[in-house]
C-alpha cells in the first residue's frame, strides 16, 4: 500500500485543523455565569430581589432562584435552546445530524427540567438572550412576573 495522493494527506490536515479549532470554540462556552445570565442578574439585584445561582439540588440547577418568590429563572441562548428567534432557529451547515440531534436533545431537557419544577411547586421562567435587548425591558418583565406571588417570609410555602 502506498503513500495517500497530496491532496487527500492536505484534506485530513485541513479537517483535523479545523476540528480542533472548533474544539477549541466550543471548550470556551460557558454553560453558567454567562454575560446574559450577569446582566439580568445585576438588574433583578438593583430591583431589589435576592437569589441564590445555579442550585444543583433542583432539576436543571437554574440560572436563578429566589426561594422568597418560590421561583426560578432559566438564562437561555437562542441558539443552544432552540427559541424560535432567527438567531435559534439555525442549524449549522456541518454535520448537521450531530446538532440537530444535540439542540434538539436541549430543548427536550429544558422541557423535563420545567415540567420537575413545576411539580416541586415552583414557577419557572425563561428569559431568552434577545430578550436581553434592552436589559431593563426584561427585567422589569421578570419583575412584575415575580411580583405576582406573594413572598414567602423564608422561601419555604
Known amino acids: ?3 495517500k495522493p497530496l491532496s487527500e494527506r492536505a484534506d485530513e490536515r485541513t479537517t483535523a485543523t479545523m476540528d480542533a479549532t472548533r474544539s477549541r470554540i466550543m471548550r470556551a462556552v460557558k454553560s453558567s455565569n454567562t454575560g446574559p445570565e450577569r446582566a439580568l442578574r445585576r438588574a433583578l439585584h438593583a ?7 445555579n442550585d444543583a439540588s433542583l432539576p436543571g440547577a437554574p ?3 429566589l426561594p422568597r418568590w418560590r421561583a426560578v429563572i432559566f438564562v437561555h441562548g437562542c441558539f443552544w435552546h432552540r427559541h424560535d428567534c432567527p ?3 439555525r442549524t449549522p451547515a456541518t454535520n448537521v445530524d450531530y446538532w440537530t440531534r444535540k439542540l434538539s436533545r436541549n430543548a427536550e431537557r429544558d422541557r423535563e427540567n420545567a415540567k420537575a419544577l413545576r411539580a416541586l411547586g415552583w414557577r419557572v421562567r425563561i428569559v431568552w438572550e ?5 436589559i431593563d425591558g426584561a427585567a422589569n418583565a421578570a ?3 415575580l411580583r405576582r406571588a406573594t413572598p414567602t417570609r423564608r422561601g419555604h410555602r
Open 1 to 3: 500500500m502506498g503513500k
Open 47 to 53: 430591583r431589589g430581589f435576592r437569589f441564590r445561582l
Open 63 to 65: 440560572d436563578i432562584v
Open 87 to 89: 438567531r435559534g432557529a
Open 130 to 134: 434577545c430578550e436581553l435587548k434592552p
Open 143 to 145: 419583575a412584575r412576573w
